[in-house]
Structure formats: C-alpha cells, structure tokens
C-alpha cells in the first residue's frame, strides 16, 4: 500500500510563489534604450518621416516598436504596432506614459493619449475602404463619412497622483505636450512629444535635462470598468447620430445601432524603458 | 496543411466558407460585417504564407526577383470573397453608419448593384500589395482568373474587373530579416490597389458556375510572361 506524505502548505506556496514571482519580475522589467539626439524639433504629426533607420527599436515583447528623441526643449517618443486589438484599446481608455526622473518605476505622473483610428476607422474592413461599399455611396455620404473619419478625440490627459490632479489638454502642443496618431497599411503609430521643463502654460514638463536617466512606462489595454462603460455608450449609439462621445467629451467614433459584438477588450501591456536623454555633444 | 476554419484573426491563403446563399439572398445577420469580411479573407502571394500579416509580420522578403520561383513572387494579396453574406451585412452596416432613410438605403444597394452586378457576378475585392517597383501592380503583367472544383475542373477569366479610384498613400515598411549596414531593418516603400474582380456567375451554356457540388473557389495570379510565378488563395465552399 502506497504511503502518501502531504507537502507542508509553506513549501508548496513557495513552489509556486517563486515562479510566479519570477514571471511577474520578467513581465514588468525594465529594458534599456537609447535616446537619439535631434538637431531638429520632430514634427509631431504620426508619421515616420522623423525617424529615420535605426532610430527605432522592436521589442518582441509585447511587439512593439519604440522611438526616443530628444533637442534641448523636447523628448520625443515614437510607438508602433500593428495590433488592431491594441490600437481600440488606446482610442478607449488611453496610452499612458508614466514618466519617472528618478530613473525607477513610478506611477506618479504621467500622460495619457486618447487618440488613434476612431472606432469608425476600426470597422473599416481590412484597413482601407473594402468591397466597393464606399464606392456606392452618393457624394454627401462620402463626404459625411470623411468628416466622421476627422472627428477624433485627440486630446491629452496629464495625470499628477501626488497632487491628485488631472488635467485635459488639447493634443495640438498648444499648451505644451503634444501627441499625434496615424494609422497606414494596418500599421498604428502614436508620436509625443513632451517638455523637459516644467513651465508653459499648462506647466507641464518631465524635470528633466540633455545627460539625465530617466525611466518611461508605456501602459495601454486592460479597459477599466469605467472605460468599458465609457465605450459602451459610444459604440451603442448614445448620441443622437449614432456617433456618441470619446472618452472625456471627445466626439469619438460610433458603432451603429448599439450592436455589441465583437468588441475584444485587448490585455493589458506595460513595457518600461529606461534612457539618458542625448546631448548635442552625443553623450 | 492545417484548415484554419473559423481563426478569422489568422492570415491564411485557406479559407472555408459557407454557406453560400445565391445573390441577393438574406442570411442570418448575427456575425457582424467586421467578422464576416475577415471569415471570407484569402491572404496569399509574397511572404504570406504561414506568417502573420501586418508591418512585423508580413514577410516583404527581397529574396530572389520577378519570375525567379515562388520566392520571388511581388505581391501580397487579400483577397475577399464577397457573397451575398457579406454584402448584406455591408449594405447594413454603411446604412446605419450614415443613418440612412429607407429611400438613402434603397438608393445605396441600387448603386452597388448598378456598378458591380452581384445577381450576374461573383465578386472579388482585392487588395494587392508590393514592395517591389510599382509596374508589378499594373494588371496588365498578370493571368487572373477563379477555378471552380466540383465534378471537374473549371477556370474563368473576369468579365470586369474595377479599379478603386481611390489609392492608398504609400506607406514605409520594415523588410524583416533585411538590414542596413548600421541602420537597422530596411524599410521599403509600399505600393498599393484595390480593385473589384468580377466573374461570370454562369458560364456559357447557362449553368451555374458555382453550383450547388462546387466544393472549392480558387483565385489565381499568374504572371504572363513567366507562369511559374504563381500564387493562389483558396475558399472552400462549406455545404
């Protein structure tokens, strides 16, 4: 007759804290990444024209590719990926960088971006204008339909936990921060640029200078409760047209007739990079 | 080869498909257009084959050149198969959308059928992408036509194909497994069009060209001038 012992609980819990534990250190490590400098102030506005060869990064995991820049003014961020999933998650509850001077991990302050394809844009089969549908269209429709394509939400939210403060900010870099979003060939491409000082009229700013480390959390998906409920009302049809509000009044895009399937909330992704800001002189 | 049935996310020159209700039919409308357009999707030609799509994914190779072998074949194609399903969903969804009167939405199916005749054809969208010069684009270079497999073999040319007018912007693309001395990946500019293919939906003696025993639709690209660039994308018609 087989004898069968019993694990301590202690052991047994350190069997599988210990692994877990080693798991959850390998998902949220920081990498380190090499700040460019730039001679001239990158033009904000999603595109890749500002990035040349090399001076992007793509990291495996969670697949995405990252871009740092910095003048004397400005450090500018690049974020691409080609996950649809992720790109519907940012348009809904944002992309978040906690910005960290110390160099640690801190989720004190930060941005957050709202921008990208419009749930509209989502829908659009494969990317682009599909099956002739568009086509069919009378010249108002299409014109309408432009028009919905325009209207995004892009706007910022500066978030000081210290001070338990937000703050909404237009994207346009009128008041400092800026952030930009494009989406080609089934490629989605967020672009920020953030002050190093603090100052301007929003007061915002890293507190940061050319030389310094500085560590960048880049947190998107995982829709919160609120959020979902936020992107519920704008797919269902909360606004008379159809069309309802972004998150934070943003006129965002719509789903029709409140249908609600298919909506995939994507998982949540953290990747932490940690940078020295260039200086003119390359160090 | 693995049958990706139903992994509408998973790029694949294989796809079931069904059923396939005769034009102008109405089906169910419990998938959404999103889901059937992806469901009714081919992705084949360069680099497609066992890899995902997108800018990481897609495998824009610069191995080999035009008529080279199945490596060198230029483009990327999506193709998608646009049965009665689909353009039903998509009659409905661009209705809604733009909150069309009856009227609006009677008009919209009337120009659809007017430009692209779904009752006399079968229809393709398709989507062709290259990394390679733009003259790989020109339909001019290339042998398009379907092949039905029911109790034998039959190929059909297109009756008309419609271009879209509207051309996508190139865009750059990282070419994996490329690099520039010192630059990292190569990036590549992409060319791209959009365009209709209409098949006979009978052929000449008047029976159906996708009939009731047809089993699998195939949708190739040939190169005129060298047929062993080839690449091709594969419905197969659930019952």
Redesign the interface.
């Known amino acids: 007759m087989a004898h069968l012992t019993s694990r301590p609980a202690s052991i047994t819990l350190l069997f599988w804290c210990i692994p877990i534990g080693l798991l959850l250190m390998a998902g949220c490590k920081t990498q380190e990444l090499q700040t460019r400098w730039s001679a001239e102030p990158v033009k904000v506005d999603g595109e890749m024209t500002d990035w040349p060869s090399g001076s992007t990064v793509y990291f495996e995991d969670p697949g995405v590719q990252l871009g740092l820049r910095n003048d004397d003014q400005n450090l500018y961020l690049l974020v691409r990926f080609d996950n649809r999933s992720w790109a519907r998650a940012i348009r809904m509850g944002g992309l978040t960088v906690w910005l960290d001077s110390s160099g640690k991990k801190k989720k004190d302050f930060g941005i957050r971006y709202f921008g990208g394809p419009s749930a509209f844009d989502m829908q659009k089969p494969g990317g682009s204008q599909g099956g002739g549908f568009r086509e069919s269209l009378s010249p108002e429709q299409q014109q309408r339909l432009e028009e919905m394509e325009k209207a995004r939400a892009d706007q910022i939210l500066v978030i000081d936990k210290k001070a338990d403060n937000e703050i909404g900010l237009p994207a346009d870099g009128s008041a400092g921060p800026a952030a930009s979003s494009a989406s080609s060939q089934d490629a989605y491409t967020y672009e920020l640029s953030l002050p190093l000082r603090k100052g301007g009229t929003s007061g915002f700013g890293i507190g940061a200078e050319p030389g310094k480390i500085i560590s960048l959390g880049f947190e998107w998906g995982g829709v919160s409760r609120e959020d979902r409920q936020k992107m519920m009302e704008s797919m269902g049809g909360g606004s008379p047209r159809g069309m309802g509000g972004g998150p934070h009044g943003g006129p965002g895009g719509g789903m029709p007739g409140g249908r609600r399937s298919g909506i995939k909330s994507a998982e949540k992704q953290e990747l932490w990079v940690k940078t020295r800001l260039a200086s003119p002189d390359g160090g | 080869m693995l049958f990706l049935a139903g992994c509408a996310s998973v790029p694949s020159y294989q796809k079931y498909v069904g059923p396939v209700s005769a034009s102008g039919g109405t089906g169910p409308n ?6 059937l ?2 469901d009714r ?1 081919v992705y084949f030609g360069r680099g497609t084959s066992g890899r995902g ?5 897609t495998g824009f190779s610069a191995l080999g050149g035009p008529g080279a072998s199945a490596a060198g074949f230029p483009l990327d194609i ?1 193709a ?1 198969f ?1 049965d009665s399903l ?2 039903e969903a ?2 409905k ?2 209705s ?5 009167s009856p009227q ?1 939405q009677a ?2 199916r009337e ?2 059928q007017r ?2 005749d779904p009752a006399h054809h079968i ?1 393709i ?1 398709c ?1 062709l ?1 290259t990394t390679w010069a733009e003259l790989h684009l020109n339909l001019d270079r290339w042998n398009i036509f379907i092949e039905v497999q029911d109790d034998e073999l039959n190929q059909y040319e297109p009756v008309e194909i ?1 271009e ?3 051309i ?2 190139p ?4 070419v994996p497994f490329e690099f ?1 001395p ?6 590549r500019q ?1 060319h ?1 069009k ?1 365009m ?1 293919l209409c098949f006979p939906r009978r052929d000449l003696l008047n029976n159906p060209v996708l009939s009731s025993k047809a089993k699998t639709l195939k949708l190739v690209f040939q190169e005129n001038t060298d047929q062993k660039t080839k690449a091709e994308g594969t419905w197969v018609l659930r019952k």
């Open positions: 419990r998938e959404t257009f999103q889901t357009w992806e999707t799509s997108g800018i990481f994914g999506a998608t646009m689909l353009l998509g009659f969804h661009y809604s959308l733009l909150e069309m609006e008009d919209f120009a659809y430009r692209y229809l969208w989507r992408r419609l879209e007018q509207q996508a912007r865009a750059m693309m990282e520039e010192g630059q990292g990946p190569a990036r992409v791209q959009s209709m």
